[in-house]
């Protein structure tokens, strides 16, 4: 702890721990779901189980204001997390070994509120264990560390499973959980900040519920609030239907495992990477329309799969060019949420705006499924990656009542 990398290599590893259950539910699930004969409108709800992810910020004060002072007041927070996630995988090997569905679903959903949880205290740990001048770089480690974990749980891990099967896969998974853990147990928590003082006292709950509704009643934030929730509905039902659309294509899990959950997961990164720099660069919501824009290209594509048939070069130049720029409207986004929160509040405020985020895109697998199943809506996967990219493009709409009502960031001092 006492180098700089080491920090960095702590923070990565965290997030990568964090990513896995994420990226096999968004990537691997569906393909896993969709081998077993589930229909589309039952797959689209397994967008719930990410449920803990869209309601974390209900806790993130517990999680912040209670914790052992001999083990840390992160540690004691995480250690315990590590530990049921690669309980929770484990028992996943299980239950994909005896092929028992319903218990493998609530494993999974066991997965994200774990990770959910430990999320709020990484974040934490984060602020505790770096300096000013290094948060640059630990915001990178973080990202990265968080991207890396999804490419393995969404991506490798898959394309490895023709091999070591789906209990393997949950195997190694666990297996990475304790292998993080065993680090974190051995690591030394920092003392608390000395503008923050030793003593300083616990968060004063009255204070915290005042200014999260003054926030919250700021002119223009029913605008920031819409502009959140809905940048990624449109992108989300189109990522819903993508992978079983791949699979009644005729793609192999192993295939969609490397090229969706691999190579996509990689050219995500590196979208998120440039998105950080354009981010740097141009006004933020400047940043947002262009990336915003360029991401209509290849959610269209998807639609085009449909009309003109499918080759492997067309998929595999949609797939790399949607993640490329949706990666990289992400990391705006994230960058234009932080320039809007109050950072007396930052951390509570932060994980609403963040909580905010995922409930704006939840729908979008259970209205996907339910439209493109024949049983229901029957629209079939055309017009549903169609409707994607109408929705995307009219997020956009909402740039020009946000440069307007947009509440300005709140001062960082304390009141």
């Known amino acids: 702890m006492r180098r700089f990398p080491s920090r960095l ?24 779901l969709r081998t077993r004969g589930v229909s589309l409108a039952a797959l689209g709800f397994a967008g719930a189980l990410s449920l803990p992810w869209m309601l974390k910020a209900l806790w993130a004060p517990l999680v912040d204001r209670y914790g052992s002072e001999r083990v840390g007041r992160r540690r004691s927070w995480i250690l315990p997390m590590q530990a049921g996630l690669a309980l929770a995988c484990a028992g996943a090997a299980l239950a ?30 984060a602020v505790d264990l770096l300096r000013p001048e290094e948060l640059g770089l630990g915001n990178t480690a973080q990202v990265v560390g968080y991207k890396l974990g999804m490419l393995t749980g969404g991506g490798l ?48 709950w009255r204070a915290v519920f005042l200014r999260i509704k003054g926030v919250l009643t700021l002119p223009g934030t029913g605008w920031l609030l819409l502009f959140i929730g809905t940048y990624k509905l449109g992108e989300s039902m189109s990522d819903v239907l993508y992978k079983p659309f791949l699979v009644d294509a005729g ?11 691999t190579w996509g997961t990689a050219a995500s990164l590196l979208g998120s990477t440039c998105g950080g720099l354009l981010a740097a660069r141009l006004p933020l919501l400047g940043a947002v ?36 720029f949706g990666g990289a409207l992400t990391t705006v986004m994230f960058a234009f949420m932080m320039s809007r929160t109050d950072r007396r509040i930052g951390a509570t405020h932060f994980t609403l705006l963040a909580s905010m985020e995922v409930a704006g895109k939840a729908p979008a697998g259970p209205i996907a499924g339910l ?31 946000l440069r307007r009502r947009a509440p300005a960031p709140a001062p960082s001092s304390v009141a």
């Open 9 to 32: 290599w702590l923070l990565c590893a965290l997030y990568f721990v964090q990513g896995l259950p994420f990226g096999f539910q968004v990537t691997a699930l569906p393909v896993y």
């Open 96 to 125: 994909a070994d005896s092929d028992s569905l319903p218990l493998l679903l609530g494993l999974i959903f066991v997965m994200n509120l774990f990770a959910a949880t430990q999320d709020i205290a990484v974040d934490g740990f």
């Open 157 to 204: 891990l898959v394309w490895a499973s023709s091999r070591i099967g789906w209990t393997g896969l949950f195997w190694v998974m666990s297996a990475l959980c304790l292998a993080v853990f065993t680090v974190v147990l051995f690591v030394r928590e920092p003392p608390p900040r000395e503008e923050a003082g030793p003593d300083a006292p616990k968060l004063d």
């Open 251 to 261: 793609y192999t899990p192993a295939q969609i495992g490397l090229w969706v959950g």
């Open 289 to 324: 329309a262009l990336t915003g824009t360029l991401r209509l290209i290849p959610l269209a594509g998807r639609w085009v799969l449909t009309q003109v048939g499918i080759s492997d070069a067309g998929v595999l130049g949609i797939t790399l060019a949607e993640e490329f």
């Open 371 to 401: 439209l493109a199943d024949p049983k229901f809506g029957g629209w079939g996967y055309a017009n549903v990656f169609l409707l994607g990219v109408a929705l995307s493009a009219g997020f956009l709409a909402l740039l020009w009542p």
